[in-house]
């Protein structure tokens, strides 16, 4: 599984770090890996991080962020962040990612509605119809789209249609759209009881002149017949589309932020590394809303399909989206040999797996099948050779979380008992707050901070627990110790397998001719690094 694997050895473990979703409280699980780092480092040396340590990192959502932090490349060819840096990185730029940049406009709402119902327009009118061809061309346009809806949500002129019209007259085109300004969307807010009200009136008002600026764009002329009836049929079929009960939940419950702030922190960490550039093998689900179905990367498939080899940060911006409170990510890959390209419209995965274990195990079990060289000789469900450090990032009382962790849990029952099964009980860490305080709740209360690190700190202080297989509870295990003290012997053991292995701190650098032999050679730009032994 790491990418210096390249013969099976007898005996030892496969090295696993799970983690969780959860927003800001991602600061639990860094808080709780500070600690493991600290204590890989004084026993193996002040080089020593993480990514060193463990053959797959899988996380989801915030702890797909902590994922990829922790095994991109830096400069050097080492792991990009170590722990400490993560939750310097919470508390330095968690403001800036849970923040709007603009606020969006009810007339960027009827706008997107408008495309929308022009790309599925299928009635007989020969105006509609060639803006409907038009829109057919979908992606060809969207360079020319996104300028005007990012104008809409900035505009400051007036809003008046019978400017708007004037506007497209005087040659204005699409761009005199950002003149209809309207009310702001509620984005996460309690929505005004008068909103479907303004909405009406505002389609009422407006509708004509936006098809009268959409058809100047394209030099179709405003005083003929047939585009006085496209209007008025146009008018009314959106009409209809917009008080439909569906698309009024739709505005008034779009995203909470515009991702914008997450966007620019992810890009200025991840550039443009790959995800099989990866120092240690990583593992990130998302969830593609188009296809309605799971999309799992790692740094295995990576290596293998170009398509599945994206830019780290479009993995991380996507696997972060949580739905209700950053839009889905969309981005595009390209194969050319052979020829094939892959459309992705992903959000944050804890729609299906909030806790990633048993994604992380699956993976594993993928690869013995696909028939790739693991670090240590491993069969297909065999638990024994497993060594899971799994992390959670706090459990509420509020309903929310009563629907977001009940799939963890079941997660974190499932495993307990494989585990137990093969009576390997102590291969298996869960480590998990199971009465947050309600307070420090909130996914994206950057104000909470220095509590939820706290909380992590008390954690460490805390007896180990695990899911009893007989009640399903999880509760304290005796004899066990503290977290502290689990993590400390956990680090031990990892620092043994390491050196079982025959690598030492800091990573050995490998060759050119050692990297080709592991890793799919990159044309004219191929450079060493540093990989896990």
Request: charged fraction near 25%.
């Amino acid at each position: 599984m790491a990418p210096a694997a390249t013969n099976k050895q007898q005996g030892g473990e496969l090295r696993i770090l799970c983690i969780d979703g959860g927003g800001i409280r991602g600061l639990i699980p860094a808080k709780i890996l500070e600690y493991l780092e600290s204590e890989l480092q004084r026993i193996d040396g002040p080089t020593a991080m993480l990514a060193d340590y463990f053959d797959c990192i899988v996380g989801t959502s915030t702890g797909a962020l902590i994922t990829t932090m922790l095994a991109a490349p830096n400069k050097d060819s080492r792991p990009l962040c170590t722990a400490k840096e993560i939750i310097d990185l919470y508390l330095e730029e968690g403001a800036t990612i849970f923040r709007n940049e603009h606020k969006a406009t009810w007339a960027q709402v009827v706008l997107e509605a408008v495309l929308l119902y022009i790309k599925y327009y299928d009635g007989s009118n020969e105006t509609l119809r060639s803006l409907h061809d038009m829109f057919a061309l979908g992606s060809a346009l969207e360079p020319l789209l996104r300028p005007i809806l990012d104008a809409l949500i900035v505009a400051k002129s007036p809003s008046s249609a019978p400017a708007a019209a004037a506007a497209a007259n005087n040659g204005g085109g699409l761009r005199q759209l950002a003149v209809l300004e309207a009310p702001p969307v509620s984005n996460g807010v309690e929505p005004d009881e008068e909103a479907p009200a303004a909405m009406e009136d505002y389609i009422q008002e407006h509708a004509g002149a936006i098809l009268q600026a959409l058809c100047h764009s394209q030099g179709l002329a405003l005083d003929s017949l047939p585009f006085q009836e496209g209007i008025k049929e146009f008018a009314e079929g959106l009409r209809e589309t917009l008080l439909n009960p569906d698309f009024v939940r739709y505005a008034l419950l779009r995203p909470k932020y515009d991702g914008e702030g997450l966007r620019k922190v992810v890009r200025g960490k991840l550039g443009n590394h790959r995800l099989q550039e990866t120092v240690t093998n990583v593992v990130v689900p998302t969830f593609d809303i188009k296809r309605n179905q799971p999309v799992v990367f790692s740094t295995s498939k990576a290596r293998q399909d170009r398509v599945m080899d994206p830019c780290l940060s479009d993995i991380c911006i996507a696997a972060t989206a949580a739905p209700t409170f950053f839009p889905a990510h969309k981005f595009n890959t390209i194969s050319f040999r052979p020829l094939k390209h892959e459309e992705f419209n992903l959000v944050d995965a804890g729609v299906f797996a909030n806790n990633p274990t048993t994604v992380a195990m699956n993976e594993v079990w993928r690869m013995i099948d696909r028939g790739e060289e693991l670090p240590v000789e491993v069969s297909a469900m065999d638990c024994s050779k497993l060594c899971i450090l799994s992390i959670g990032t706090g459990v509420t009382q509020p309903l929310i979380d009563t629907l977001m962790y009940s799939t963890g849990s079941l997660v974190d029952y499932n495993v307990a008992l494989l585990f137990k099964s093969q009576r390997c009980e102590d291969n298996y860490l869960r480590i998990q707050e199971d009465h947050l305080d309600p307070a420090l709740g909130a996914m994206d209360d950057t104000s909470s901070m220095e509590k939820l690190i706290e909380v992590g700190e008390n954690l460490l202080e805390r007896q180990v627990y695990r899911t009893d297989c007989e009640t399903r509870k999880y509760q304290p295990v005796k004899g066990a110790g503290t977290n502290k003290e689990a993590l400390t012997k956990l680090a031990h053991q990892l620092v043994a397998e390491r050196r079982r292995r025959g690598a030492t701190a800091p990573p050995i650098l490998l060759s050119v001719t050692d990297i080709t032999s592991v890793v799919e050679p990159r044309p004219k730009r191929l450079k060493s690094t540093y990989v896990v032994q």
